[in-house]
């Protein structure tokens, strides 16, 4: 098989990739990396010295594809299977680009910040950081309430790469900072979400990890 997709089913990230890879039917091979695993993770970092995680390895190519946006843009390229994830016009691709750039950097990020508190001592948690990215993503459930109002997907009727970010975002999001009832399109668009089949498949995979998330 081509393509290897180098992740874990429990990251935000990897989901991202995997609801892509899911939508367009394309064949690969998983290869689950577990840094809790020192072979395992020196194999990875021995692939990818960043050690960061999704990483795509493409053998017909000889490409190896780091980062999730990046892996998607390559699959929708080379691979595109039943899906077109980002548009070939040039205008709406770039603002597909700006709405996976937007749950990325603003609902994955504070999250990932909120949910990094939670893992380390007490003593060496951070209130202002925490405080911040819930801020941060109560700004964004905001603006997602605005653009969802009157949308399926984030892009209107069709499901693109910027509903791949939105998946996992929002749903990791809303463990740590629940979307309340004062946004309720974005509560309705996680719903869609979450129903969708492949991001149901790809939070399936995770369940069995489900007990690493701090609660």
Known sequence: ?????????????????LIAL????TPFAPHLVDFGDTESARQFRALWPVGRFPVLRDAERDRLVPESS???????????GSAALVP??????????AKDRFFDLNVQVPMQQIVGDRLVPEDERRPRVVADGR????TAYGLIERDMAER????G??????????????????????IGAQHPHTRRYLERL????SFARAEREAEPFFHMFPG
Do not use: G, N
């Open 152 to 155: 399926t997907w984030a892009m």
């Open 22 to 25: 899911y939508e367009a039917d």
């Open 70 to 80: 990046v892996i998607i843009e390559y699959l929708a390229r080379h691979y595109p």
């Open 135 to 138: 801020a941060m993503l109560e």
């Open 194 to 197: 979450k129903a969708r089949p």
């Open 157 to 178: 009727e069709r499901f693109t790469m910027a509903d791949c970010a939105a998946a996992p975002a929002l749903s990791y999001a809303d463990r740590v900072a629940p």
């Open 1 to 17: 098989m081509s393509l290897t997709l180098y992740y874990h089913p429990l990251s935000s990230f990897c989901q991202k990739v």
């Open 88 to 97: 070939d016009d040039a205008d709406v691709a770039r603002v597909v680009r």
